[in-house]
């Protein structure tokens, strides 16, 4: 073996047990040696798409007039709302994507209860301002507020009774914010400033005068985002939220605040419920095809180039569990057309090896060395498959931005399995193949054993 074979076969070895590790569990949480807790905790299940596991596929539009134009940045800010409110339904692995320039296609894998996605969809997104004197609320409590009732409707508080119902007091709502953004202190820590248009710089100057100490709650949706202390009056109309944000936390709040109602009307055009009974004999169907076609090509490539080919079988089973366990790691949800892209993908790992053998076993006949064999085999074939992986990626990234365009789902499924799966075979071929060849024939002799390598 040559000098840094060694190390090559060590970062094979290294790569093969996670992905056999990764492929084996649904959750990794390696333990910490230095705190006796856990390292970093990820969840790797497989995460399936709708038309494997059954959901709801919803056709959004917006409730414009057709000659209407909608604006880019609105339609995609109304995309990111919805993912948010979405997500707060708890329903997993959704897919939202913008279909032309007015049209929203969501898919919610999983969704046991249609009516209430499409609900949380179609909400308004009420943002306020509420006087909550002295108490801090927690953010994600449920609240009552005065806004839009009748003041003489409204209950008065009764001190008596701590179980009667609390509502709170709407200084403003987010109509009177004028822009909001990410900020960080003298100290470092992540804070919201915003400004307030004329009519709201009025109403908060009047209102933080005359409560400072006490607390400004901040509701989307009855539900509590954050409850900060007023410091001093603000009369300037802007403003900074404070509090132990993450720069993850800080950016959500920040489009919450700046975009609590949706920036367009959005109607449901069309819903469409997928059974979980479809979605799991499609899974079987697509497990035995896989298989078949596995076992297939791996008895091919044994019987036709006899050695090589059951090394090629190893580089070929290797492949397979690496492109698994990055599906699992990055996440892939994997689709019926995704799941063909990685079939196709095995075909393309396959032929790199066949241009492989087929060059060596050339290099053999004109009298190489094995070991001249297997590195001229593999340096002249490196061009056919250099050029013919750089133009199915290609192909793959045009497929992926149509898919992106059109919320065509089930065509970027496709195109990113398949590029993975090209991504991974170009390692397989390259580094995979080449060592298993050299560990197991560098001290074999091709003439005295021709029938190993099929000649």
Request: net charge negative; charged share 15%; proline share 5%.
């Amino acid at each position: 073996m040559k000098r840094n074979q060694p190390f090559i076969l060590g970062v094979i070895v290294v790569a093969l047990l996670l992905s056999i590790w990764i492929s084996a569990v649904d959750r990794i949480s390696p333990p910490n040696p230095f705190t006796q807790g856990i390292l970093f905790d990820r969840d790797v299940s497989l995460r399936l798409g709708l038309d494997l596991r059954g959901g709801l596929q919803v056709l959004m539009e917006a409730d414009l007039p057709a000659e209407t134009k909608v604006n880019a940045e609105d339609i995609n800010t109304t995309k990111s709302i919805l993912e948010n409110r979405v997500n707060g339904l708890g329903v997993s692995e959704t897919t939202l994507q913008v279909a032309g320039d007015r049209r929203i296609v969501g898919e919610f894998p999983g969704a046991s209860d249609p009516e209430a996605v499409i609900a949380g969809l179609k909400q308004t997104g009420l943002l306020e301002f509420v006087d909550s004197g002295d108490v801090s609320l927690t953010p994600g409590m449920e609240v009552q507020t005065d806004f839009g009732l009748d003041p003489a409707a409204v209950p008065a508080p009764d001190p008596n009774d701590p179980t009667a119902p609390v509502v709170y007091h709407t200084v403003m709502t987010g109509q009177a914010l004028r822009t909001a953004a990410v900020d960080s202190s003298q100290v470092g820590a992540f804070q919201i400033a915003f400004t307030l248009t004329d009519a709201g710089s009025k109403v908060f100057s009047e209102y933080t005068s005359a409560n400072i100490g006490k607390y400004l709650t901040i509701v989307l949706d009855k539900k509590v985002i954050s409850s900060p202390r007023i410091q001093s009056a603000i009369t300037d109309g802007a403003g900074v939220i404070t509090g132990q944000f993450t720069r993850d936390e800080a950016n959500s709040l920040v489009v919450q605040l700046r975009y609590g109602s949706l920036p367009i009307p959005i109607k449901v055009v069309e819903s469409r419920a997928i059974g979980p009974s479809l979605g799991q004999e499609s899974v079987r169907k697509s497990i035995i095809a896989g298989a078949i076609g596995l076992i297939a090509v791996m008895l091919f490539m044994a019987l036709y180039y006899r050695l090589p080919g059951l090394i090629a079988d190893l580089a070929l089973i290797t492949y397979a569990l690496i492109s698994y366990a990055l599906f699992k790691t990055i996440p892939v949800t994997l689709t019926l057309p995704g799941i063909a892209g990685f079939i196709l993908s095995i075909g393309m790992a396959v032929d790199a090896n066949v241009l492989i053998f087929e060059r060596m076993k050339e290099e053999l006949r004109s009298g190489r060395t094995l070991l001249q064999a297997i590195d001229l085999g593999w340096s002249r074939a490196w061009s056919s498959i250099r050029d013919s992986n750089i133009s199915t990626l290609i192909t793959c990234l045009i497929l992926y931005i149509f898919g992106s365009a059109f919320g065509a789902s089930i065509v970027k499924g496709f195109s990113v399995t398949l590029a993975l799966g090209v991504l991974v075979s170009l390692f397989t071929a390259i580094v995979v193949t080449r060592t298993y060849l050299h560990l197991t024939m560098d001290g074999l002799k091709a003439d005295e054993r021709p029938e190993w390598f099929g000649m």
